[in-house]
C-alpha cells in the first residue's frame, strides 16, 4: 500500500520535472486519497472507459493532472508509461490540465477553478434521472458514485457555490466530494483570503460534512468514503493534508506550482525509494490490477448481464436508452410543421412550441433556465425535477446561470440525457466559461437565449445584448445559430440535434417576427442561403440573421423599386456552418462582386470577414437605450429608410470614385 | 407614515402601468423596508449626489429601479415627476434597470443579479480604507454606511456567494443588505429552486444575521437596522414580505414583472388612496424634506466643515485626497524610463515593476489577483489588505474572479481610490459579466491580465486565451492593450490611468519579449503607430499586437532581403484607440493600397476591419495545446517563415490575377 503511494507520487514529481512544468503540491498532499479512492471504491473498467454506469471521477483541481495520469496508467487505462515521459508535450494525451475527449479514463475537462464540482453536480444527477427512468427492481442498471477531488480555489469559485447550493436541493447523495484541505493557496496561506467556516457552510446547504484529520491515513479516508456513501444528502469529506508532503518546503505556497527539481531527492530520501525514474515496481501494478482493474472487470461483467436481460425483458425501454446514449434522433422536421404560426409571432414562442414536441419525442431531452422559463419559453417536460420527482425533465436552476451551464456539461458527458440551458442571451455573459468548456469537451450541450438584441426593449442596455454575438462566434467549435423566423428555428433545433461533438446556442427573439416566404429548414445546414431576389449577378448582396431578415427583405424590395438596383438577400443563422461549405458554394452564394453589407442588431465586429472593411455593416456598437423597442430601434436610426439611403450614398460613391 | 410609503407604492405602480412595462411585485412588498431605510437612517444630501462620504445605497435587485426613482424623487434629487412619467423611455433618467452614470442619486448600476452585492463589498472596502488613511481622531472625514436591498436571485448568484464570504473575512461592519424574502421567483416559489439556510450561510461567512418577521412593519425594520449598525460584523437582514403586496395576485410569480394594468384599483382600494395618479400628497413631500434632504443637507454641511477644518490642518493629505478623488495622476512616464529592461523580458514583469512604482508615485492605486499574483507578478502595495491591515492595498481575493471585477466596481465608483485587478486572461470570461459593467458604468478600472496567448505553454488549452480578444474588444466603452514590450506597457498605464471613462484592460505576457527598437510610450495613446520600415509606398502593410509585433519585424526583414518587398510594421497595442483617430491619421498609417495583413496569436476574428476580407490574417482560431510554448507554436506553424511563404504566395497570386 505505502509502495502504490509512493509510486503515484514518484510519477508524479518525475514527470513534472521532466516537463520541467506543473503541480508537485497536490501530487504529494493528495495521493493517498486518490489512491484510497480508487483501489477500494471507485468502480471503473480501464477497458471499456466509456461505461456509462462507471463511478465518475472528477479531478476539480485540474492542475493536479498528472496525479489523475498515474492512477489510469497503474490502473490499466490506455495510458502508457510514455505518455507519462510525454507530460505537458504537445499532442501528448497527458496535457498540462486533463482533457476528457482526448484522453481515456479522464471524464471531465477541468482546470478553470469550481467548474468541475457543478459538472460532477450534473454528472450525479444525471444518475439519479437515469435510474429512475430505467431501473427495474431485478435490474439496476444505474447505480453509481459521482466523486470529486477538490481544492480551496475551487470551494471560493461562485459556481461552485452555485452548485452546491443545488446538489444541496437535490439531495444527490450519490455525489462525494474529497476536499484537499492543506490550508495553502498559490498566493497565500488560505486563511489570507477565507475564514469562512467550511462545515458549516455545506450544513448549511444540506450537505453531509466529515472531518478527515490525516490526510496520510487511508484507513481514516477509507472510513469517510465508507460513511458518505450510506449518507441521504451529498457528502463533503474535508481531508485535512500537507501540500508537496516531503519536498522541503511542503505546506508552503511555494511548492504548488514549480517542479521539484533536485529536490525530488528529499522525496527520494523520506520514501526510501531506491526506483529509477518511471519504474513501477511490479507488485504495484498487481496492487492496481486487482484491486481497481479486476475489481472493476468483474462489476462490469456483472452489469452487462444485467443490462442485456433488461434489454432482453424491456425491449422498448432498451432501445430507447440506446438511442438516447447515442445520441440517435432522427426525428423528421416535417413531423413538427403543424406548429408553424399563421401570424407573425417572437421566435421565443416558436422554440418553446418546438422544444415542448421535441420534448415528447426525445424522452431523453431536459432542461431549464436560471429562473427565466416564463420569458424564453424553454422549458423540460415531465414536472420540475426534484427528490419527489427524479423524472422531472424541467430543471429549475434559480438565478444560477454559471451553474446551469456547467450543470449541463455534466449531464451531457454522461450520456443518456440530451440537455438544453436556457436564459437572457445577455447573460451569456455569466456562463461564458462553461460555454467554452462544452467546445472544448466537445459536447453537444444546447443553449437556448432569447432577448437577442436591443429590441428587448424597456429592460434597457443591462438586459440587451450587444458584443455578445462576437463573443461566442470567435469562440472555437461552437454553433451560433440566430434564426429568422419558425422555419428557421426548427432547422437550428434539428441542426443542434444531429451533432455529435459541437455545441449549440440558439438565438431567438423577444419580439414578433413575420413567416418568411423563402425561409428554409434544411438550409439551415448550409449556414447561410438565399432568401430573396434572383440567384447571381446582382448589384448588391445583403446579409442578415434573425429578426434583420425580413427587414433586410424589405430593404432590397425598396432599393428594388425606389432605385433599380438589383438586390439579393441571404439569411445567415450560423456562420460557422457556412464556413463549412465548400469555395463553390460560398462564392456563388456571397457574390465577390456585388457590394455586400450586413444587417444584424448588434455589434458589427467580426462581420467584415464577409463585408470587407468597407464599413457597410449596419448594427449596433454602442450599449442600447430603455424604451419601447420600436422606440429604441427608431433612436439609433436602424431603419429601412435609413438603410437604403447608407447603401444608395454608398453605391454612389464608389461609381463616383 | 403610512401615506408616504403608499405614495412610494402608487408612484411605482402607476410609472409601471403608464410603461406598460416593469416590475410591480418589489415595490408593493419592499416599499416599507425602503422608506425606512431612506427616512430613518441614509444619510444623503439630494443637492450634492456625488458627496462621497454620503451612505451609499445600492438597489441590488435592479429590476425594482422604479421604487429607486420614486425615493429619489421624493428624497428631493434632480429627477421630477415628469422623469417619473418617462419610466422607460428612449432617452430618459428612469430607465428599466438604474443606471449610475445617468440619474442623480443612483449610486450604483444593477439589473444583473448578483453583482449589486458585490460591487456594495467594494464601496464598503473603500470606506474603511479611506477612514484608515485620512481619518483623525478630529476629523473622521469617512465614516459612512453601504447599504443593499437585495431579493432570492441575488443570494443565489455565485457572484454575491463570493462576495460575501469576502465581507465577513474582510468584516465590513458598516454593510448592511436588507434582503427582500418574498419567497417568489420569476418561475417559481424559491423553495422550487433552493432550501438552503439562508441564516446559517451568512453566519458560516461570519455575517451578522438578523431576521424581521413582518416586512411591513416599518418599526422592526428600524430596530433591526440600528441593531446592525452596532455589529462588528457585516449585516444581513432577511425582512419577510409578501411580493406584490396588495394586488390579487399577491404572494405569486405572476405579479413579479408584469403591469398591474386594471388590478391597481384593488391597490388604491385597499390603501384608500384618492390621489390622481403621479399625484404627491404635501405631507409626503414634507416628510421626506424633513427627514431625508434637510437631515442629509445637515449632515453634509457639518461634514464639509469638518473636511475644511481637515484640509488646513492637513494641507497634503488633503491635497492627496482631492487627487485621488478627482483621478488626478498627472505622472511623466519619464520618471519610470528607469524601470526600462536592458535584454528581453516578458511584459508581465515589465508590468509588475511599473506597477511597483506606480504604487509609491500614486497613494490611491489599490490592487490585486485572484490567487494569481505570483504569476501576473500584479500585487497592491502595503501589506494585504485585512482587519488588522486596513490600509493593506493588495487585495488578497482568492480564487473569486467574477467577485474580484465585481469589488473594483464598487472601489472605483466610490472615488479615492484607483483600483486594478489581476488574473489570468482567459479568466476574464469568470469576470466578463462585471467588465460589461465596468463600460456601462463608464468607471476606469484597471484590468491587468496575463498570460495573453497560447505561448501560456504547458497549461493547455483550459489557460490558453484564444477568442478572450474579440470578447473583449467587441465590448462597448472598453480599451483593449496589449503592448508589445516595456515602454508600450508603459505607455498603456500612463492613458489608462489618464482615462476618465472608459475601463482598461492591459494584456501581458508569460513569455520574455525583446525591447523593439522604435516602440514608444507616448505613440500608445494613438492606438497603433509605425515601428519598422518607410513611411510610404509600402508593399505590404503587417499589423500585429504584443508579442507579435518583434515577430512582425523579423517577417518584415525577410521579405525585404530576401524578396525585396517592402514592407511596414504596425504596431496596435490599442485598436479603440486607433478609431479615434481622424482619417488622415488612418490612412497615412494603414496605406489602402498596400496589401495588410495581420499578425496576432489569437483568434483572427475582427481583423479584417483593417485586412479586409481577403484572409490575410495569421492567428489561432481552434483551441491550444500543451506543451514548451515554442512547441505549441510551432505545432500551428505560427513562425517567420510560414508567414513570410503565405504573404508572398498571396502577392503573386494578386500580381498573377
Redesign the interface.
Known amino acids: 500500500m505505502k509502495k502504490s503511494i509512493d509510486t503515484i507520487k514518484m510519477l508524479g514529481v518525475e514527470a513534472i520535472n521532466k516537463?520541467n512544468?506543473?503541480h508537485p503540491g497536490i501530487v504529494l498532499g493528495a495521493a493517498p486519497m486518490a489512491y484510497t479512492l480508487f483501489t477500494r471504491h471507485l468502480v471503473v473498467n480501464p477497458q471499456v472507459d466509456k461505461w456509462t454506469n462507471r463511478d465518475w471521477f472528477v479531478l476539480a483541481a485540474?492542475?493536479g493532472s498528472v496525479l489523475l495520469y498515474s492512477l489510469l496508467h497503474l490502473s490499466g487505462f490506455d495510458l502508457n508509461i510514455d505518455d507519462l515521459r510525454n507530460f505537458?508535450?504537445?499532442?501528448?494525451i497527458t496535457?498540462?490540465?486533463p482533457?476528457s475527449h482526448l484522453t481515456p479514463g479522464v471524464d471531465v475537462?477541468?482546470?478553470?477553478?469550481?467548474q468541475g464540482i457543478a459538472t460532477a453536480v450534473g454528472l450525479a444527477l444525471a444518475e439519479t434521472q437515469l435510474a429512475a427512468k430505467y431501473n427495474t427492481k431485478k435490474y439496476p442498471i444505474y447505480n453509481h458514485y459521482t466523486y470529486v477531488i477538490c481544492g480551496?480555489?475551487?470551494l471560493?469559485?461562485?459556481?461552485?457555490?452555485?452548485a452546491i447550493?443545488?446538489a444541496?436541493?437535490w439531495k444527490l447523495n450519490k455525489l462525494i466530494v474529497l476536499f484537499d484541505s492543506n490550508d495553502v493557496?498559490?498566493?497565500?496561506m488560505?486563511n489570507?483570503?477565507?475564514?469562512?467556516?467550511?462545515g458549516?457552510?455545506f450544513?448549511?446547504?444540506?450537505w453531509n460534512y466529515l472531518f478527515v484529520k490525516d490526510g496520510n491515513d487511508v484507513e481514516e479516508i477509507d472510513q469517510a468514503i465508507i460513511k458518505a456513501k450510506k449518507s441521504d444528502k451529498p457528502t463533503l469529506i474535508e481531508v485535512k493534508t500537507i501540500i508537496g508532503y516531503g519536498a522541503t518546503k511542503q505546506g508552503t505556497?511555494a511548492v504548488h506550482g514549480a517542479p521539484l527539481g533536485a529536490d525530488i531527492d528529499t522525496i527520494r530520501k523520506m520514501l526510501k525509494w531506491n526506483y529509477k525514474p518511471f519504474e513501477v515496481p511490479n507488485e504495484v501494478y498487481d496492487d492496481f490490477d486487482v484491486n481497481v482493474k479486476q475489481r472493476g472487470i468483474n462489476k462490469h461483467d456483472k452489469w452487462l448481464k444485467m443490462y442485456q436481460g433488461f434489454c432482453k425483458e424491456n425491449p422498448a425501454l432498451g432501445k430507447e436508452l440506446d438511442d438516447a446514449v447515442y445520441g440517435n434522433f432522427n426525428f423528421n422536421p416535417q413531423d413538427l410543421r403543424d406548429l408553424k404560426p399563421i401570424k407573425a409571432q417572437a421566435t421565443r414562442i416558436s422554440s418553446g412550441a418546438i422544444l415542448d414536441r421535441l420534448s415528447n419525442m426525445i424522452p431523453s431531452l431536459i432542461g431549464g433556465?436560471a429562473?427565466?422559463?416564463?420569458?424564453t419559453k424553454a422549458k423540460g417536460a415531465d414536472g420540475?425535477y426534484?427528490v419527489e420527482n427524479r423524472k422531472g425533465r424541467n430543471l429549475?436552476?434559480?438565478?444560477?446561470e454559471?451553474?446551469m451551464a456547467a450543470i449541463n456539461n455534466g449531464i451531457c458527458l454522461h450520456r443518456g440525457l440530451t440537455p438544453f440551458a436556457s436564459g437572457f442571451f445577455?447573460?451569456a455573459?455569466?456562463m461564458?466559461?462553461a460555454i467554452?468548456?462544452s467546445?472544448?469537451m466537445e459536447i453537444p450541450v444546447i443553449y437556448v437565449l432569447s432577448h437577442d438584441s436591443i429590441a428587448v426593449?424597456?429592460?434597457?442596455?443591462?438586459?440587451q445584448p450587444?458584443?455578445q454575438?462576437?463573443?461566442l462566434?470567435?469562440?472555437?467549435?461552437l454553433n451560433v445559430f440566430r434564426p429568422a423566423d419558425f422555419n428557421e428555428t426548427l432547422g437550428a433545433y434539428h441542426t443542434a440535434l444531429q451533432t455529435k461533438h459541437t455545441p449549440s446556442v440558439i438565438l431567438i427573439t423577444r419580439q414578433d417576427l413575420p413567416e418568411l416566404e423563402h425561409s428554409n429548414v434544411e438550409m439551415v445546414k448550409k449556414g447561410a442561403y438565399q432568401v430573396y431576389g434572383e440567384d447571381n449577378n446582382n448589384d448588391v448582396v445583403l446579409l442578415a440573421t434573425g429578426s434583420e431578415v425580413s427587414m433586410a427583405i424589405a430593404v432590397a424590395q425598396k432599393l428594388e423599386h425606389d432605385k433599380k438596383i438589383k438586390v439579393k438577400v441571404v439569411s445567415m443563422p450560423c456562420w460557422e456552418l457556412l464556413e463549412q461549405q465548400d469555395a463553390e458554394y460560398k462564392t456563388k452564394l456571397l457574390e465577390p462582386n456585388a457590394l455586400i453589407a450586413s444587417i444584424e442588431l448588434g455589434?458589427t465586429?467580426?462581420w467584415?470577414?464577409?463585408?470587407?472593411?468597407k464599413g457597410l455593416n449596419f448594427g449596433i456598437?454602442?450599449?442600447g437605450?430603455?424604451?419601447?423597442f420600436q422606440?429604441?430601434l427608431?433612436?439609433f436610426g436602424f431603419n429601412v429608410e435609413n438603410i437604403v439611403n447608407a447603401i444608395v450614398n454608398f453605391k454612389y460613391q464608389i461609381i463616383k470614385s
Chains 1, 2 share one sequence.
Open positions: 516537463a512544468s506543473g485540474g492542475h505537458r508535450q504537445v499532442v501528448s496535457p498540462g490540465h482533457e475537462t477541468t482546470g478553470p477553478l469550481g480551496d480555489g475551487d471560493q469559485e461562485g459556481v461552485t457555490q452555485e447550493s443545488l444541496g436541493h493557496q498559490l498566493d497565500n488560505v489570507v483570503a477565507q475564514s469562512e467556516n467550511i458549516n457552510r450544513k448549511a446547504a444540506n505556497p433556465s429562473d427565466l422559463s416564463g420569458s420540475v426534484s429549475a436552476y434559480g438565478v444560477r454559471f451553474a445577455v447573460f455573459d455569466y461564458k466559461p467554452r468548456l467546445s472544448l426593449g424597456g429592460d434597457g442596455p443591462t438586459h450587444i458584443e454575438l462576437a463573443m462566434r470567435s469562440q472555437p467549435n455589434t465586429f467580426g467584415e470577414r464577409y463585408t470587407s472593411n456598437n454602442t450599449f437605450q430603455s424604451g419601447p422606440d429604441v427608431e433612436y
